[in-house]
């Protein structure tokens, strides 16, 4: 399995409508952009949604999700969203550790959608919420 970063425009999509329209256990689809990794996301993979500092003022990862799939004719990524979305919309995590653990998964071209996160990453991100969480 493994985990992606689906970065957020806030100047298309506001924070404010994530916190409002998004809620647990709902079915999503979403189009992205660029993709960066190799692989392709597939059934069980978690996404996490991130809004980057560029662009918006409210910064941070709102919530995560599990894919459903993931569609490459149309560039749609499908996904039920999970807990604890709910608590980190109201409060997402954005403190030192997300801001740098963020930069290292995207790298230097950061103008993207969906960034694949390696695998050395992926308890950093797990480890990282649970942490803000407590």
């Not at 597939?42 to 919530?63: H, K, L, M, N």
């Not at 499908?78 to 919309?89: E, N």
């Not at 995590?93 to 959608?113: S, V």
């Amino acid at each position: 399995m493994s985990m992606w970063l689906y970065q957020l425009n806030p100047t298309q999509w506001a924070p404010g409508i994530f916190r409002y329209e998004v809620n647990e256990t709902q079915r999503w689809s979403w189009t992205y952009g660029q993709k960066r990794g190799e692989s392709t996301p597939t059934a069980g993979d978690t996404v996490v949604f991130f809004y980057s500092p560029s662009g918006g003022d409210d910064p941070g990862i709102y919530g995560w999700a599990i894919v459903e799939r993931c569609d490459v004719a149309t560039n749609t990524l499908y996904f039920i969203l999970t807990a604890p979305t709910d608590w980190l919309k109201m409060d997402p995590w954005w403190d030192d550790d997300a801001k740098k653990l963020c930069d290292e998964i995207r790298g230097a071209m950061k103008q993207a959608t969906l960034f694949h996160v390696s695998d050395g990453l992926v308890s950093k991100v797990r480890t990282g919420i649970k942490k803000w969480l407590r």
